[in-house]
């Protein structure tokens, strides 16, 4: 291995501080010429974005001219740059006024959610804002952009693992100065020299992310409390609270596995298609082209396992995935929150059996989009467009799920700081189906269906395991429904006597849920099949 002393290292930083101190006749015409022509529309676009900014992203550029590789790696991090910002969100009030809340001042997440309720008590119904959006083409410095670059190379240059790499696999996912939309930070320099001596003593990569792993365990951990904290942190917040939800610990893998020269990125579900919540982890790509998945801070890669049933996996990406929803949706339409960004691939394949699936939906929207039931919604997960025979395909989903086609409409309008605002929601766009395991799609009756009073067949919902209704409360009362018509009917409230609940009527083909008279009711969807209850 190539020995470089840390002497030098700074050395060379401080030459680049100095360098950018210069004032220098700085022209984009002038530098545009030297810029890769893969990505020279894309840079010069960036740079007029950028503003009052422009100048520092033109001294990475001029710094590296007479560098073609350095030159073509500073021309991927700026062109697609607009894409990232830092997103800073907080609780607010309906005025918009920001309501204080410090995670750490609670050991649970129920304790958190407690103290929200009795806030809106007295201020009324709180709700996430975004704040600022600090976006990278606008604020980044040449000094910061340059050393995640000198360091993303000196990595490149020095290790045995990292030179093994495609130039594809290290402009991807190497390279990259961030893991999400945290506030940026010079994490590389830090993560390089606190884990110098692991480099030392392997030329295998594998165990130098095992070692790395085993050690970020004991920096930085998962608490529950941080679902209420919904902008993601960045480092100096995380060394400071040690504590993190699952897109933190994936974004301090991604700072200390590839400061030391390691591909990483991280691999999200949106929404989990048999209970609630969501999920991100991380995957390491080795030299070779091997993806190995495994949740950074708690456990290895091989040592890592995610359930069964998922519905869509995506990859992050710094770059742009072409042909996303947000290539062809027109401006006057509206996607799904997260489903309008480029910047992620499916790799649903890579984790379960996929099958592509066609349906067919009501007259409407061009662009249809699948979703599964999570959170007491149906929650949109992929796309697709619909043709004149209003058939829709969406691609390489998971199966052995329950499905429902949806439009994403206005469908009111809020009141929000009193500023009237439309109201996207999904609606209905079909009937909800089941994709079983052999790759049938089973149709539910979406009609008005027929009550049947049936004592003699009667269903139990008894407590059961993950999924289903965690525990049956004596006393409480319970609300059925049942799909029909396009939305959620209401059939009958029971109470609980027993550890379970007897249900003495009948709607044969749809779906059922059960919700508990409580303040954040929580059910999972199922059906009857010969008087046995499957959840989904």
């Known amino acids: 291995m190539k020995k470089i002393t840390y002497f030098l290292l700074i050395f060379a930083l401080f030459v680049i501080i100095n360098s950018c101190s210069i004032l220098q006749p700085y022209s984009v015409k002038k530098i545009a010429p030297s810029i890769p022509e893969e990505y020279r529309e894309k840079v010069v676009e960036s740079l007029e974005e950028a503003g009052s900014n422009k100048r520092e992203l033109l001294k990475v550029l001029y710094h590296y001219k007479d560098d073609p590789q350095k030159l073509e790696a500073a021309s991927f991090l700026i062109a697609y740059m607009p894409d990232h910002c830092f997103a800073d969100v907080a609780l607010v009030d309906s005025l918009g006024n920001t309501v204080p809340l410090n995670v750490m001042d609670f050991n649970t997440a129920l304790e958190v959610q407690i103290h929200i309720d009795s806030l809106e008590k007295e201020l009324g119904e709180l709700h996430y804002k975004l704040i600022e959006k600090r976006e990278d083409v606008k604020t980044i410095t040449a000094h910061l952009l ?27 996912y190497i390279l990259p100065y961030r893991g999400s939309s945290e506030p940026l930070s010079n994490w590389r320099l830090y993560f390089w020299y606190q884990f110098a001596s692991f480099r030392e003593p392997t030329e295998d990569p594998l165990v130098l992310a095992y070692s790395i792993n085993d050690s970020a365990r004991k920096m930085f951990t998962f608490k529950e409390v941080f679902y209420y904290h919904p902008a993601d942190q960045g480092l100096d917040e995380m060394l400071k609270n040690g504590f993190g939800r699952c897109e933190d610990m994936t974004n301090f893998s991604i700072y200390a596995m590839r400061a030391n020269g390691l591909a990483l990125t991280s691999d999200f579900t949106p929404f989990w298609p048999d209970r609630s919540n969501n ?41 742009q ?61 992929h796309w697709g467009s619909v043709d004149s025979l209003r058939s829709v395909t969406f691609s390489d989903m998971g199966r052995d799920i329950a499905y429902l086609p949806v439009f994403y409409e206005i469908v009111d309008s809020i009141i929000v700081e009193n500023e009237k605002k439309p109201d996207y929601e999904p609606i209905p766009a079909g009937t909800p189906f089941i994709l079983n395991e052999e790759e049938e799609i089973i149709n539910f009756d979406n009609s008005e269906v027929e009550l049947r009073e049936k004592k003699d067949s009667a269903f139990v919902l008894t407590k059961t395991g993950h999924g289903g209704i965690n525990k049956v409360k004596i006393d409480s009362t319970y609300t059925w429904f049942i799909w029909a018509e396009d939305e959620w009917q209401e059939i009958i409230d029971t109470t609980a006597t027993a550890d379970s609940l007897i249900f003495e009527f009948y709607y044969p083909e749809t779906l059922y849920k059960v919700e508990e008279e409580c303040l954040h009711p929580d059910p999972r969807i199922f059906t009857i099949e010969d008087g046995e209850v499957i959840f989904w």
Do not use: C
């Open 146 to 172: 340059m050393t995640h670059i000198d360091m993303a190379f000196l990595a490149y240059e020095t290790l045995p693992w990292t030179s093994q790499y495609s130039w594809d696999d290290f402009r991807e």
């Open 279 to 319: 999920h991100a982890w991380n995957a390491i790509i080795l030299p070779d082209g091997e993806v190995i998945p495994f949740m950074g801070s708690e456990a290895n890669p091989g040592q890592y396992n995610l359930q069964d049933k998922i519905a869509k996996v995506y990859r992050k990406l710094y770059s």
């Open 321 to 381: 995935e072409p042909n996303t929803l947000a290539d062809v949706l027109p401006d006057s339409m509206k996607a799904p929150p997260w489903l309008g960004y480029k910047n992620f691939m499916d790799v649903t394949d890579k984790y379960v059996q996929v099958s592509d699936v066609n349906v067919q939906v009501y007259k409407g929207s061009p662009f249809a989009y699948i979703a599964v039931f999570n959170d007491n919604d149906w929650q949109p997960i």
